[in-house]
Structure formats: structure tokens, C-alpha cells
């Protein structure tokens, strides 16, 4: 038989620390409409429009120092940015543009999916996104 997560299971136990205890943490539960995982340049101008219609929006976003934008040292190409504006830095300003309209933003890694049924659940260390 085929062992599946089940979305009520929401206990992960862990060891912290060098105190060889295990340690029981609840994930916080987050209801939302939009869930986007990942935080580069097409996440986060999903995350503007979609946070812009009222919508519920969550980026989760494992690491927003990494990506080919992130790493970029100038931007040459792209419309209406100053070829003197870092990759990083227009990836900053994107992400505050989402944030100011709504946008949970969180950093995490995004360790399971679930998408059968008629609620989906995205599964992080920290929160179970709904």
C-alpha cells in the first residue's frame, strides 16, 4: 500500500541543537488564494498581479541571493532599468513592488506538493501554505 502525506499531519519532529533531544514542531497553517514558489523575476511580477486583484498571495522563496538575475551584475537588457542597476537590485525592487501590494513574501524550501483534491497544500519547514 502506497503511504501518502495527509494534509491534517502537521507535526514534524526534528533534533536541535547538540542536545540529542527530539524536538516537535507545529507548522504554521496559512490559507491563501495564490501560492508561487519561487522568487525571481517571473514569481514575484505574478505575485504584483495577482496581489494587485485582492487575491491572497504567498511567495515562498528558498534563497533570494541565487538565480541567474540575482548573480547578474549589470542589467543591459531589460526595458526601462538604468544599465547601471544591479541584477540584485532590480530582483529587490521587484520583490518590494509585490510586498507593497500584499504579497506574504517567506523564505523557505518548499519540500512537498500536494495537489490532489480540492484543496492543495504546499508544504514548507515552517508552515503548511493552503
Partial sequence: ???RWQPGARIFGG????????????AEEVECDVVIVGGGP???????YTSRADLKTVIVDKNPSIGALAITSTIANYPGVDRTMSGEALLDQMREQ???YGTDYRRA???MVDTEGD???VYTPDA???
Fill in 119 to 121: 484543496r492543495k497544500y
Fill in 98 to 100: 509585490a510586498i507593497s
Fill in 1 to 3: 500500500s502506497e503511504r
Fill in 128 to 130: 503548511t501554505l493552503v
Fill in 15 to 26: 533534533r536541535r541543537g547538540n542536545s540529542g533531544g527530539n524536538v516537535c514542531m507545529m
Fill in 42 to 48: 517571473a514569481g514575484c511580477t505574478c505575485a504584483l
Fill in 109 to 111: 524550501q518548499v519540500f
